[in-house]
């Protein structure tokens, strides 16, 4: 599997954008998939994570609320709905993709990992 994200953006406070991840690879399925993003100084930081049948999903306590993970295993794509978005949020988000049914906020269990794509939040 290779993971690719786009849509990110500058955004105004209180503004939205949608972040996608789309992955090449028959197996894409079977693989939970996580977001997680580093702001400019800080460590990576987990965001959110859905399991291989979407019907199970999970977020950091910072997002939860305001960000949706979604995916749609027939286009092969793992979305990041962001609302309500604040200065804070600015980072570059990462898609990642963990061959286990279960989730996880942890990058290391992660293997296959796409380019970031920046989200700048004015205020």
């Known amino acids: 599997v290779q993971l690719q994200a786009s849509g990110g953006g500058l955004v105004q406070a209180g503004g939205s954008l949608r972040l996608s991840c789309a992955a090449s690879g028959r197996t894409f399925s079977s693989y939970t998939m996580g977001w997680f993003r580093q702001a400019p100084g800080k460590e990576r930081e987990f965001v959110a994570a859905?399991?291989?049948?979407?019907?199970?999903?999970y977020y950091s306590d910072s997002v939860k609320g305001r960000f949706t993970i979604f995916r749609d295993n027939a286009e092969n794509t793992v979305y990041l709905q962001l609302n309500s978005l604040k200065p804070e949020d600015t980072a570059v988000y990462y898609c990642a993709a963990r061959d286990r049914p279960l989730y996880s906020a942890y990058e290391v269990e992660y293997a296959i990992w796409g380019r970031g794509t920046q989200v700048t939040v004015s205020s």
């Open positions: 859905i399991i291989w049948s979407g019907g199970m999903t």
